[in-house]
């Protein structure tokens, strides 16, 4: 089965870090871009930050830059999204992205998959 599972959520009080993990299943991340999005209730889903497919280059949000530091291990065909600092405005489900674009058939395809998110509550 092709799934992206993220892990590491949970509650952690104004100030705190977390540490958050996205493991690709039946694919390998090679190649494949990383983005982390999330969602606060009553919200839509925003972009916080990505990771090239060879980690050479790094996006934040202006949310998250300072604070938060995402990273990959295509070796373990995992990425991670470190936050610190955390603040209540954080809280929100958190979702990895894996996507790479291929050309076949005469056309550009993008290839993509949505993890099942994780909850951040920051709260004290």
């Known amino acids: 089965q092709l799934q992206l599972v993220e892990s590491g959520g949970g509650l952690v009080q104004p100030g705190g870090s977390l540490r958050l993990s996205c493991v690709a299943s039946?694919?390998?991340?090679?190649?494949?871009?990383i983005g982390w999005f999330r969602q606060a209730p009553g919200k839509g889903r925003e972009g916080v930050s990505c990771?090239?497919?060879?980690?050479?280059?790094?996006m934040y949000a202006d949310s998250a830059e300072g604070r938060f530091t995402v990273s990959r291990d295509n070796d373990k065909n995992t990425a991670t999204l470190q936050m610190s600092s955390l603040k209540p405005e954080d809280t929100a489900v958190y979702y990895c992205?894996?996507?790479?674009?291929?050309?076949?058939?005469?056309?550009?395809?993008?290839?993509?998959?949505w993890g099942q998110g994780t909850q951040v509550t920051v709260s004290s």
């Open positions: 992205y894996a996507g790479v674009g291929e050309f076949y058939d005469g056309e550009d395809h993008i290839n993509d998959y």
């Open positions: 039946g694919f390998t991340l090679d190649y494949y871009a």
């Open positions: 990771i090239s497919g060879r980690g050479g280059t790094t």
